[in-house]
């Protein structure tokens, strides 16, 4: 059995700290404007580049409740998820149509087919969705089912990486999620859901 | 390590392994190269910038290790040190245990890898399993990652198929699509079995105290999800001041690794979740590693800990490429693994430094522009130094070839190797050239007998 680590502590800090010391010149904090870090196509154009970001990226765009409904028909997904935290007519949209549930417990998980969250922002650089804890508790409604589809309001927009991770608020897990799940683990060969969806989706509401 | 066993193995190497390591290292040392030329403007600032952000954080790494370790305790994580692999796999073994866990979803991490963290917690009676899809192959088949960033490179599909066929995952069948729906439902059955999630980190910023976790499958975010416990594995040269410097690394980190532009998840985590939350570990232990990272740091070889393990180095490795990663000792293949290996895994110095040609390929594609040939230079020149610089020694020959009676002597007794069967040459080296190659007869000595000849006969 090892020694407690209040004992490693100060073995690992003293050593690193007369690693660095003898360090002459130590390199500077970079200086640098969030332009510097900007990569792709699509931040220059701005928050209305978002739909081509996304598509890029993978994720499906829906223009509308309708489309919402007609991407889980033509996945053949019956029985999901909707956040209660959704607008009223969404959510009585989804539930004539489909076995729908507000809670996703860790036990029933595996039954659940779609899954739709809210996303706290989205970032047009990268294509990306961002989901906090704070706006979307339900992390395994939104990784384990085949669709997740994450509804996000048209103002939550960053155009540049740089902006939403300057912004980012505490909050216990914040995950970008950038397309839909995938591996190449075989052969180098590109397939959609491992573990995650299958089918990433993006509804925007006002 | 005996000297030049990257060689040794390298000879061996199955031609189709090596053919597939070989495509795939090329076909994603091109998408990487195109994806640098179509999404930035100019991959030369990009890079120098990525290598300063991670330059500065090294050399002010006490502050940004105690403020990291300051924001997570007050987020209600808590933090653990641990000197040397040892003691980091007591520390995570001792969390689980204490909480009755049995079983552990892990994601990919090379840190546990390094330190054999799930063969400690299986030995102890915790039951890691590896839920990464390439990760999950290797502990199935009994095998070691060749790869930082696609551990199977050396697996093919009817390989991939008969060991989930063995495993009990269905009959034989080598579709990547059907392979990757069979890990799905198995491993999702394990994600919810697991009461611990253990991870690596690929960077932990210290303003926040955010750990950032990146996968394109999924897995971590599934497994941290579910689990009680969520122990973090990170090296802890794996800090950057601030969460905006994550824009910089994450950009190049994805195209260097794969040529994507972006990885499908990328995670951050600041503590365990709220109370009232229903999704997420209840309680986050981070593992700040050190095992001979803060040697290195103070070695000439610091440099390499700006590594973001994206893997670039060895697919761009002519000699990776041939030998395979397999063929490299410790954790880490390729360039990187010739520098890191006998820091880290305590390989001699010049084993696998002398597996390279100094090409400089690995250099021109670093993003964080580590100047890997230089140092592999410099451990060759340690490994020289220090008396474990491969070859043969010259000793043996020097003292023939110094006294002629000796030396006569001795071309004549080796004609006696002709009666030597190749698998009892004296030394592994040998044995393995000569599994590959057909030697001519000796015939020392027969120059001197006919030169005398016809020197009598004149």
């Known amino acids: ?206 | 390590m005996r000297p030049l066993d990257v060689d040794v193995f390298a000879a061996r190497v199955a031609p189709a392994v090596r053919a597939a390591v070989r495509a795939s290292s090329a076909a994603t040392a091109a998408a990487r190269e195109a994806a640098f030329a179509r999404d930035v403007p100019d991959p030369a600032a990009l890079r120098d910038l990525a290598a300063r952000i991670r330059a500065h954080a090294l050399d002010h790494l006490p502050e940004l290790l105690e403020r990291a370790e300051e924001r997570l305790t007050a987020h209600g994580a808590h933090v653990h040190w641990a000197a040397d692999a040892g003691a980091a796999r007591d520390v995570v073994r001792r969390v689980f245990a204490e909480r009755g866990v049995t079983h552990v979803a892990k994601s990919k991490s090379m840190a546990t890898e390094e330190i054999g963290l799930a063969a400690h917690l299986a030995a102890h009676g915790i039951t890691p399993v590896e839920t990464d899809l390439g990760e999950f192959l290797v502990q199935i088949e009994g095998d070691r990652p060749s790869h930082v960033v696609k551990p199977v490179i050396h697996m093919d599909r009817a390989r991939i198929a008969r060991a989930f066929e063995r495993r009990g995952l269905g009959p034989y069948d080598d579709r990547p699509e059907e392979i990757t729906r069979r890990a799905r439902m198995h491993l999702r059955g394990e994600f919810l079995r697991a009461g611990g999630a253990v991870s690596g980190a690929n960077f932990l910023v210290a303003e926040s105290g955010r750990i950032v976790i990146v996968t394109n499958e999924g897995n971590s975010r599934f497994g941290l999800g579910a689990a009680r416990v969520h122990v973090a594995v990170v090296g802890i040269e794996k800090l950057v001041p601030r969460d905006r410097d994550l824009a910089v690394l994450l950009n190049v980190l994805a195209r260097s690794a794969t040529g994507q532009a972006f990885t499908s998840y990328v995670e951050l985590v600041q503590g365990p979740r709220a109370p009232g939350r229903a999704d997420g570990a209840s309680e986050l232990h981070v593992v700040l590693l050190d095992a001979g990272r803060s040697a290195l740091l103070a070695s000439e070889a610091r440099d390499v800990l700006r590594c973001i393990r994206c893997g670039a180095c060895m697919n761009v490795c002519p000699v990776y490429r041939a030998a395979t990663g397999h063929a490299y000792p410790g954790t880490y293949p390729g360039p990187l693994g010739a520098v890191l290996a006998p820091h880290l895994a305590g390989a001699s110095a010049a084993a696998t430094a002398s597996a390279s040609s100094l090409c400089g390929a690995c250099a021109d594609v670093c993003p964080v522009a580590i100047p890997l040939p230089e140092l592999i230079a410099a451990e060759r020149a340690r490994g020289v130094a220090e008396g474990t610089a491969p070859g043969p020694s010259l000793a043996a020959w020097e003292a023939l070839a110094t006294r002629p009676r000796a030396w006569r002597a001795a071309l004549r007794a080796a004609r006696l190797l002709n009666a030597v069967p190749d698998a009892l040459a004296p030394h592994p080296l040998l044995r393995a050239w000569l599994g590959e190659r057909t030697l001519p007869a000796w015939r020392g000595g027969a120059f001197r007998d006919w030169w005398r000849r016809r020197g009598d006969a004149r």
């Open chain 1, 1 to 206: 059995m090892s020694a407690p680590t209040a004992d490693d502590r100060a073995r690992v800090l003293a050593a690193v700290r007369a690693a660095t010391a003898r360090r002459r010149g130590r390199v500077a904090a970079p200086v640098w404007a969030p332009a510097a870090s900007a990569t792709g196509a699509f931040a220059a154009r701005g928050a209305e580049a978002l739909d081509d970001a996304l598509r890029a990226a993978g994720t499906e765009v829906l223009a509308d409740a309708l489309a919402l409904v007609a991407l889980l028909e033509r996945e053949g997904v019956r029985r999901g998820y909707a956040d209660p935290a959704l607008p009223a007519d969404l959510l009585a949209l989804l539930a004539a149509r489909f076995e729908l549930a507000t809670a996703c417990p860790r036990e029933d998980v595996a039954a659940f087919e779609f899954g739709v969250t809210r996303a706290a922002a989205a970032i047009v650089e990268t294509g990306s969705l961002v989901l906090t804890d704070a706006v979307t508790p339900a992390r395994l409604a939104a990784v384990a089912p085949w669709v997740h589809v994450a509804v996000l309001r048209r103002a939550d927009v960053y155009v540049q990486l740089s902006d939403a991770l300057d912004a980012l608020a505490d909050d216990p897990n914040v995950v970008l999620v950038t397309g839909p799940s995938r591996t190449a683990d075989v052969e180098g060969i590109l397939v959609r859901g491992v573990h995650g969806p299958g089918v990433q989706a993006c509804l925007q509401v006002p």
